[in-house]
């Protein structure tokens, strides 16, 4: 294949391909440095205005009348998001569900986006077909076992949104206008799925220590009439907290009630044999929810639903003979169409295929065992300080905390929310915030498994001298 003529700007892929993109990549790469030196933090200083500012004065001009280049637009612009980015692979960036990915998955990442194959269609992305069906054939066997007679498989989504929302349509296909119960600890999406599929609004059981209450469970599942699916939680987004999946599985099994588990958060323990048994009943779900840009290590997206009986998956079949001719498939051209809500979308499944063959189990397993090791260690150092109140034991990578007297009228919640604030506009730490028990409370999710015990500890200092400084608390002397 010959290069584009004078006045063409080539292309990502074949032959040319990786010629073109290697001087690219490197000024991609020189960028990338030179923004996050240029940050020098976790975050951007100066908060959403200035944040702001900056974008404006850099990109003058939107759409240009005159290009001004490949090199000089991916300089300034991977410049810019990269010196106003949030860097999840800072040790102080440590707010939310949002893990560094592993320079292997985003380098496999690079190489999807060049082919830049479609799973819509066999003919459009014939290797990735197969290997999408045979990866998630594997991860709907890490959750539901290799046993005779198990014949599990999942789907890739964008993330737990989509996976949830996917479980909640299934569920409908096939029994009727079914009655979502969702604890009082259910991830978001939950609701908004079942509002966006017509069904009726979700019963909240409640969720009094942070996790679903099996005793008001077994009553609303005896009280209310009709097909009902049963939603859990294995790792909440405010405490990453399990929900009792086997008592909950049993109560299914006893009112006939479908079962799903969001497992978002929590199913990378499905990598860890010190952790995995913290899952039991995950198997006895009918769909799972997975998301491995969160305990995955991948870039954004990385989801996947679980569904223990394929046949499950018949709703989604659609026919467009463009895509999916019926006599192309009865000649054996794979049909993919079945395989999404989506049309067009990415190979994301080549970058969660690297990973485990670059890591493989134990590579995996280690990473997860990492980080939970290190929320254990931070609780320590929150439990053995004395300006500061742990909420508990950390289940996962999550950890809550908040000053022990907080000194104000309502409690100390003005103050946290405002420390909060501060440390994000000043750029210096990114911590989440959640409300248990009636309180606020500061919340740590630690995902980078290379965090320091120095790192931690800096955290907690940063936090507290900004708490004295602001003489929103008092009586603590910083250490």
Same mark, same amino acid.
């Given at each position: @294949?010959?290069?584009?003529?004078?006045?063409?700007?080539?292309?990502?892929?074949?032959?040319?391909?990786?010629?073109?993109?290697?001087?690219?990549?490197?000024?991609?790469?020189?960028?990338?440095?030179?923004?996050?030196?240029?940050?020098?933090?976790?975050?951007?200083?100066?908060?959403?205005?200035?944040?702001?500012?900056?974008?404006?004065?850099?990109?003058?001009?939107?759409?240009?009348?005159?290009?001004?280049? +490949?090199?000089?637009?991916?300089?300034?612009?991977?410049?810019? @998001?990269?010196?106003?980015?949030?860097?999840?692979?800072?040790?102080?960036?440590?707010?939310?569900?949002?893990?560094?990915?592993? +320079?292997?998955?985003?380098?496999?990442?690079?190489?999807?986006?060049?082919?830049?194959?479609?799973?819509?269609?066999?003919?459009?992305?014939?290797?990735?077909?197969?290997?999408?069906?045979?990866?998630?054939?594997?991860?709907?066997?890490?959750?539901?076992?290799?046993?005779?007679?198990?014949?599990?498989?999942?789907?890739?989504?964008?993330?737990?949104?989509?996976?949830?929302?996917?479980?909640?349509?299934?569920?409908?296909?096939?029994?009727?206008?079914?009655?979502?119960?969702?604890?009082?600890?259910?991830?978001?999406?939950?609701?908004?799925?079942?509002?966006?599929?017509?069904?009726?609004?979700?019963?909240? $059981?409640?969720?009094?220590?942070?996790?679903?209450?099996?005793?008001?469970?077994?009553?609303?599942?005896?009280?209310?009439?009709?097909?009902?699916?049963?939603?859990? *939680?294995?790792?909440?987004?405010?405490?990453?907290?399990?929900?009792?999946?086997?008592?909950?599985?049993?109560?299914?099994?006893?009112?006939?009630?479908?079962?799903?588990?969001?497992?978002?958060?929590?199913?990378?323990?499905?990598?860890?044999?010190?952790?995995?048994?913290?899952?039991?009943?995950?198997?006895?779900?009918?769909?799972?929810?997975?998301?491995?840009?969160?305990?995955?290590?991948?870039?954004?997206?990385?989801?996947?639903?679980?569904?223990?009986?394929?046949?499950?998956?018949?709703?989604?079949?659609?026919?467009?003979?463009?895509?999916? +001719?019926?006599?192309?498939?009865?000649?054996?051209?794979?049909?993919?169409?079945?395989?999404?809500?989506?049309?067009?979308?990415?190979?994301? $499944?080549?970058?969660?295929?690297?990973?485990?063959?670059?890591?493989?189990?134990?590579?995996?397993?280690?990473?997860?065992?990492?980080?939970?090791?290190?929320?254990?260690?931070?609780?320590?150092?929150?439990?053995?300080?004395?300006?500061?109140?742990?909420?508990?034991?950390?289940?996962?990578? *999550?950890?809550?905390?908040?000053?022990?007297?907080?000194?104000?009228?309502?409690?100390?919640?003005?103050?946290?929310?405002?420390?909060?604030?501060?440390?994000?506009?000043?750029?210096?730490?990114?911590?989440?915030?959640?409300?248990?028990?009636?309180?606020?409370?500061?919340?740590?999710?630690?995902?980078?498994?290379?965090?320091?015990?120095?790192?931690?500890?800096?955290?907690?200092?940063?936090?507290?001298?900004?708490? %004295?400084?602001?003489?929103? %608390?008092?009586?603590?002397?910083?250490?």
């Amino acid at each position: @294949m010959s290069s584009p003529p004078p006045g063409r700007h080539p292309l990502a892929g074949g032959v040319t391909g990786p010629d073109a993109l290697r001087p690219l990549l490197h000024t991609v790469l020189g960028a990338l440095g030179e923004g996050a030196a240029a940050r020098g933090g976790p975050l951007p200083h100066g908060g959403p205005e200035s944040v702001e500012r900056q974008v404006g004065k850099t990109l003058d001009a939107v759409l240009p009348e005159q290009g001004l280049g +490949a090199e000089e637009a991916l300089r300034t612009l991977v410049t810019l @998001m990269a010196a106003g980015a949030a860097d999840p692979a800072d040790p102080l960036c440590a707010a939310h569900l949002h893990a560094p990915p592993l +320079a292997v998955a985003a380098a496999a990442d690079l190489a999807a986006s060049a082919l830049n194959p479609s799973l819509d269609s066999w003919d459009q992305a014939p290797a990735a077909s197969a290997l999408e069906a045979l990866v998630t054939r594997a991860l709907a066997h890490e959750v539901y076992g290799t046993d005779a007679g198990v014949a599990a498989d999942a789907l890739t989504t964008t993330g737990g949104t989509e996976a949830n929302q996917l479980a909640l349509l299934l569920a409908r296909e096939l029994h009727g206008p079914v009655q979502v119960l969702a604890g009082a600890n259910a991830h978001h999406s939950l609701h908004r799925a079942a509002w966006l599929l017509g069904l009726p609004d979700p019963v909240t $059981i409640p969720a009094p220590s942070g996790l679903l209450d099996p005793a008001a469970l077994d009553e609303a599942l005896t009280e209310l009439p009709g097909p009902k699916l049963v939603t859990a *939680t294995a790792g909440t987004t405010d405490a990453g907290l399990i929900d009792p999946l086997d008592e909950i599985a049993d109560l299914c099994a006893q009112h006939g009630a479908r079962l799903h588990i969001d497992a978002a958060y929590g199913g990378g323990l499905l990598f860890s044999g010190t952790h995995r048994p913290k899952l039991q009943g995950l198997e006895r779900a009918h769909t799972v929810t997975l998301d491995l840009h969160k305990l995955g290590w991948q870039p954004v997206a990385a989801g996947f639903l679980a569904v223990r009986d394929p046949e499950d998956l018949r709703p989604l079949g659609h026919r467009a003979d463009y895509l999916n +001719a019926e006599d192309d498939t009865e000649a054996g051209l794979p049909d993919l169409l079945g395989r999404s809500l989506r049309t067009t979308r990415r190979p994301d $499944i080549l970058k969660t295929a690297v990973t485990w063959r670059a890591l493989g189990r134990e590579g995996m397993g280690a990473l997860v065992d990492q980080v939970c090791a290190l929320a254990q260690e931070f609780a320590d150092g929150i439990e053995a300080h004395p300006g500061f109140e742990l909420y508990d034991r950390p289940t996962l990578t *999550t950890v809550l905390f908040r000053p022990r007297d907080a000194g104000s009228a309502d409690g100390g919640d003005s103050a946290l929310a405002y420390v909060r604030r501060k440390l994000l506009t000043d750029g210096r730490a990114v911590l989440g915030r959640a409300r248990l028990d009636g309180r606020l409370w500061l919340k740590a999710t630690l995902l980078n498994p290379y965090t320091s015990s120095g790192e931690l500890a800096a955290l907690l200092h940063l936090v507290e001298t900004h708490l %004295v400084e602001t003489h929103l %608390v008092e009586g603590h002397t910083p250490r």
